[in-house]
């Protein structure tokens, strides 16, 4: 089935770490997206691309760094300048259109 | 940009129908859409409305347009505890500026 893979569903970084959270997309969608949600709290979007190769900051992109290296892969990286990462991320595509979503990824601090 | 505001929180006894409400500023968006969002889940897709259209009916789903007053309304027929979630409007411009709204809170009551 077509659809959109987060992974890993649950994460855990320790202080000064970076990690990574994997989003892929078997939807042949051009455009991808990242998102922070925080507890009560709506969407804040972190980076989206709509070309391989090409991605524009969001409202929130400070303390995070993406790539876009092929059409099906927008990995999304926290690093330990990010110093409130704790939260749900949510990855996106479109066509474009609606956006579709994948199932999230709920990232905590050790 | 687009200022889009909803009811953060909404009510409603089990068979009851439940109205969500969405008000937005810009009025060039193209497509108006309502998710639905479940505890630790992605966001789902429920409905959508093209600009130039006033109703569209989706079994129990009714969505409302008025776009002189720039509304939006999501009615569910016949709630059910099933229903109960975040449901959140979008807006979008043929792909750009695609903007969602802060989510309301459904609470289904026996």
């Known amino acids: 089935d077509g659809g959109i893979t987060q992974s890993p569903k649950y994460l855990f970084r320790k202080e000064g770490q970076n990690v990574t959270l994997s989003c892929e997309q078997n939807l042949n969608h051009d455009a991808m997206y990242w998102y922070r949600q925080d507890p009560g709290q709506g969407l804040r979007l972190i980076y989206y691309s709509q070309i391989v190769n090409d991605f524009q900051k969001g409202d929130i992109a400070e303390g995070y760094s993406v790539s876009r290296e092929k059409k099906e892969s927008f990995p999304l990286t926290v690093t330990s300048a990010q110093k409130n990462p704790t939260a749900f991320y949510l990855c996106a595509s479109s066509t474009p259109g609606p956006q579709h979503f994948g199932d999230g990824t709920r990232l905590s601090i050790l | 940009g687009e200022d889009v505001e909803q009811s953060l929180f909404l009510s409603v006894r089990e068979g009851d129908s439940s109205v969500i409400n969405c008000t937005y500023t810009d009025s060039s968006s193209t497509y108006l859409y309502w998710y639905k969002q479940e505890p630790g889940a992605g966001l789902q897709l429920l409905t959508y409305?093209?600009?130039?259209?006033d109703m569209k009916q989706d079994q129990r789903l009714t969505v409302l347009l008025n776009k002189k007053d720039k509304h939006l309304s999501l009615r569910i027929a016949d709630t059910q505890t099933g229903d109960s979630a975040i449901y959140f409007c979008a807006l979008d411009n043929y792909g750009q500026n695609f903007v969602f709204g802060p989510g309301t809170r459904l609470s289904v009551l026996p």
């Open positions: 409305i093209f600009s130039n259209m």
